[in-house]
């Protein structure tokens, strides 16, 4: 519990000044959205230059925009919501009142804001955006194959960004391990807490290599001898995929976490194998700190070896996971609300990514497929096919937590569905245009290649996925307009985030149910149907959290 | 709560243990020294939280935050400016320094209004 | 030998099974739980299986450790390098085209196209290629062969290849190296050892008649 030292004294700062997670979250969360509108505009753009195999856009440009389309994607879009995801309900979930050092917070989404504006005001000046990929690998990254301020200006924006995701990451930590209510013991915490912390220990220990490497690569551009040769391009792509390969974890765990949570609500069963997945996330998230060169087998340099063995091996704790999350569905009674769906449609299509990624994890396949669109399908299942729909899937459950009004169902639904189609057409065919032969990267193909088919129906599901997405703004729209009151607990869930208003007060609880697992309000469900069936004359008015 | 850093150490150990690995398989100084350093890192951290839980009493008195900090935003637009001045020249840089002092100055500012309000609840 | 064509079949007709496999039997336990596996009321409320569990981690560690010596094995022959390999090329590339220099200082041209004039190799001979760059890297990819190699600045890159049919083998740049990098082609023509020695005495010998040795063949056509 916390007093007001200040009060606030311009209530048009209230935003941008509170150090209420929550709002920082939700600020965060809205400016995220506009980010992922652009950078889906970019995919739209290279789309078209792809189904007409040329005609569209200059190469130059071409290469803007994927770089831009990528940067935004991963560090302004998937990065940031997963770790506000954390911002907003760890705190919540563990019962405390605040996030620990607020104000780190409300940094950090300030640093997130500059670093996004900085990355695209590259598209105002006259060399245009970035377009050395958002690798932003040397040497093609250096002063003199990329001259221009806007490549600088990707520079300082990706690392204002990445050190606001680091202060993010650091404060969730902290409250995970330092805040809990009493009686939540570390084995209590819930389902998503536990991502979050394996999430946040990845970000903290594994991004400020990124910012090294930013630093070494502007020092290269503007001071010369830092990168040289050929070493030079391995060091700053060794420090990039350190980073690189935490981030897909990143941009993985937290929706993983949101699934789980939503598997066990819309089952209306506790969460099965829960230390058993603990150990599994322990593993699995040290684990994916050290498979980082396998994005550098062609190299021919490092330790493939080494790298394909901690890849492959990879499927072990995910295969405890997904073991984990049939065995809650198992015996379960199934609600299937656009959540749940969301949820499922995760299951299948990252598993998809998953086990191509294990394909690739091998370096006789990987020399075959490295840079090509195999690649891209890959990391498109597993971060969109994937991660997004677990990431639409926490935000049809937690909608009405947040905002306090409840999300059309059957728009959700055809949100669902037509993003399902959208998915698949766009990247499915992409497997097969990558093991053609077809690379990444390109502004246009040979016509000999017959690639032109397999590229229109990609295209064609491009736009798939942008009608759902304005079918899902609309559900936004609209839900918010005529709103329908949600209440503390819709969905009759099992985490302590249910046990208070929607949305919640400034300080989060007016009181705290007992804790005794980690589904504290499904632990008090079962005890009050236990009483009601041992003292049958005794009607049970049901349980309010 | 005192156990908390066990989560830390068994991360920090679990990546030097597979960093060790490496060994086996021939690998160059770089493939040592970056996950190396995460490692030491993470265990160092575990070991500060843990010493600083040890003794730690859980504190029943309320925690008091900074409702509202505009101060924060400045510092950061500062920081930012400073940063891109770095690459657009000393005026930015002296911009952002300026930002970032005003910055400081309104966090300073916000400390030492919580300070006073500790001070009044303490007394009371 | 460095076979990489059979590296990459061998790996795949073992993976792509495997992975189509464990997908269906994940989807199909899914669909059978979703559809017959529910109950309308009073769920179950087991929630630990954990011998269970730790058998089933044992069983995709095993799985794992197969993939992984299915790996290792086919990646070591074609890792390796020959000792004495009986040909070796050059490849310098520069942004956006590709040089290939022969041991007899024959140069096959840079030229800026779609439909480059092949470089010549001969079939069923471990081949060492010496990859660099002139400026940014950039990626050897001969999709055919199944391989790739990124070549950097200042630094050699040594690969062997096999080349066991005959034909022509297009070649692409596979790594992103700036504006025309979707445009970086090169073509390699698998003819037998001994036609490629004759190619190879040909082009010399009228790149000695040319103004200096090594004079690139203006025509880019093969002699």
């Known amino acids: 519990m916390s007093t007001v030292a200040i009060p606030s004294r311009a209530p048009a700062l209230r935003t941008l000044a509170s150090t209420d997670h929550k709002r920082i979250a939700g600020s965060a969360c809205v400016i995220a959205l506009v980010f992922f509108l652009a950078g889906g505009l970019l995919a739209l753009l290279m789309r078209s230059q792809l189904a007409a195999d040329g005609g569209v856009v200059t190469q130059q440009t071409y290469n803007e925009l994927f770089t831009m389309h990528g940067s935004t994607m991963v560090y302004l879009v998937i990065v940031p919501v997963a770790l506000a995801a954390g911002l907003y309900f760890v705190p919540l979930q563990v019962g405390a009142a605040e996030i620990a050092g607020p104000r780190v917070a409300l940094a950090g989404l300030w640093l997130y ?200 091996a990879l499927v072990v704790p995910a295969g405890i996971e997904y073991f984990d999350f049939l065995a809650t569905i198992w015996q379960g009674q199934l609600r299937f609300t656009t959540a749940f769906l969301f949820a499922l449609g995760f299951l299948v299509q990252f598993l998809i990514g998953g086990l191509t990624g294990i394909i690739l994890a091998s370096p006789p396949l990987d020399y075959g497929l490295n840079m090509s669109y195999f690649v891209v399908a890959h990391f498109h299942y597993t971060i969109f096919a994937g ?79 942008a009608v759902s997405v304005l079918v899902f703004i609309a559900n936004i729209v609209i839900s918010l307009r005529r709103r329908r009151p949600a209440g503390d607990d819709p969905w009759g869930a099992h985490t302590l985030e249910w046990a208070t208003s929607s949305p919640p007060p400034r300080h989060n609880f007016v009181a705290l149910p007992p804790i005794r697992s980690y589904a504290p309000l499904l632990d008090l469900r079962e005890a009050a149907e236990q009483h009601a069936a041992n003292h049958p004359s005794i009607t049970a008015a049901g349980v309010s959290a | 709560m005192k156990r908390a850093a066990i989560w830390l150490l068994a991360w920090g150990l679990w990546l030097g243990l597979l960093t060790a690995l490496q060994a086996a398989f021939a690998p160059k100084a770089i493939q040592f020294a970056i996950p ?73 500012r916000e400390q030492r209004a919580r300070g006073r309000t500790l001070r009044e609840r303490d007394t009371r | 030998m460095p076979n990489t064509e059979h590296a990459y079949e061998h790996v795949w007709g073992i993976f792509l099974p495997i992975a189509i496999v464990v997908f269906a039997i994940v989807i199909g336990t899914l669909i059978v739980l979703l559809v017959a596996g529910a109950r309308r009321s009073r769920p179950d409320r087991r929630s630990e299986a954990l011998p269970l569990e730790i058998a089933y981690a044992f069983v995709l560690a095993c799985i794992a450790a197969f993939l992984v010596w299915v790996t290792f094995g086919a990646e070591t022959p074609i890792d390796r390098l ?55 890297i950039h990626g050897f990819f001969v999709a055919e062969l199944h391989y790739q190699r990124q070549v950097l600045p200042g630094y050699t890159t040594h ?46 010998a009228r790149a000695r008649e040319g103004s200096s040795a090594g004079a690139v063949d203006s025509t880019g056509r093969s002699g």
């Open chain 1, 113 to 312: 804001v500059l670093g996004g504006v900085c990355m695209w005001s590259g598209f105002f000046t006259s060399g245009g955006a970035a377009s050395a990929s958002w690798w932003g690998f040397d040497p093609l990254s250096e002063s003199i194959h990329s001259p221009g301020s806007g490549m600088d200006l990707w520079i300082f924006g990706v690392m204002l960004a990445t050190l606001g995701q680091i202060l993010w990451a650091a404060c969730i930590l902290a409250t995970a391990l330092r805040r809990r209510a009493p009686g939540m013991t570390l084995m209590r915490m819930p389902m998503f807490t536990w991502t979050m912390l394996a999430t946040c220990t990845m970000t903290v220990f594994g991004f400020p290599a990124l910012i090294l490497a930013l630093g070494l690569l502007w020092a290269q551009r503007h001071l010369g001898g830092v990168l040289t040769g050929g070493a030079g391009a391995v060091d700053y792509q060794a420090l990039f995929w350190f980073y690189g390969h935490p981030v897909v974890y990143v941009m993985f765990f937290p929706f993983v976490g949101m699934v789980g949570e939503i598997i066990a609500t819309f089952s209306a069963r506790r969460f099965f194998g829960y230390s058993a997945f603990i150990v599994a996330l322990l593993i699995f998230s040290g684990l994916s700190m050290t498979v980082w060169a396998h994005h550098m087998f062609t190299f021919g340099v490092l330790s493939n070896k080494y790298f394909a063995l901690t890849s492959t």
């Open chain 1, 387 to 465: 991660s997004a729909f677990g990431l639409f899937g926490g935000i049809y459950y937690w909608f009405p937590k947040i905002t306090g009004a409840m999300l059309r169902e059957r728009l959700g639904k055809l949100n669902f569905w037509l993003m399902v189609v959208g998915a698949n057409l766009t990247f499915f065919p992409m497997f097969f245009l990558g093991a053609e032969g077809m690379v990444r990267r390109v502004a246009r193909y040979p016509a000999s290649s017959g690639w032109q088919g397999l590229n229109i129906v990609a295209s064609v599901g491009s736009f798939v996925i």
């Open chain 2, 36 to 108: 190396g350093v995460a490692s030491a890192a993470c265990i160092t951290s575990g070991l500060a939280l843990w010493a600083a839980d040890r003794n730690r009493e859980r504190d029943e008195r309320s925690r008091l935050i900074t409702d509202s900090s505009s101060a924060t935003g400045t510092l950061m637009v500062g920081v930012a400016l400073a940063l891109l001045g770095s690459g657009f020249g000393l005026w930015l840089i002296l911009i952002g320094a300026g930002m970032g002092a005003l910055g400081l100055g309104g966090i300073v």
């Open chain 3, 82 to 136: 020959v000792a004495r390999p009986s040909v070796r090329i050059k490849v310098i590339a520069a942004q956006w085209s590709w040089r290939f220099i022969y041991s007899n200082g024959v140069q096959v041209p840079d030229i800026d196209t779609w439909h480059p004039a092949p470089a010549y190799v001969p079939t069923g001979t471990e081949i060492e290629f010496s990859g660099t760059s002139e400026d940014v």
């Open chain 3, 159 to 204: 690969f062997d290849l096999i080349f066991e049919r005959g034909g022509l083998y297009t070649g692409e740049c596979s790594v992103l190296c700036g504006e025309d990098h979707s445009e970086m082609h090169f073509a390699l023509e698998a003819v037998s050892p001994a036609r490629f020695r004759e190619w190879l005495a040909r082009k010399g």
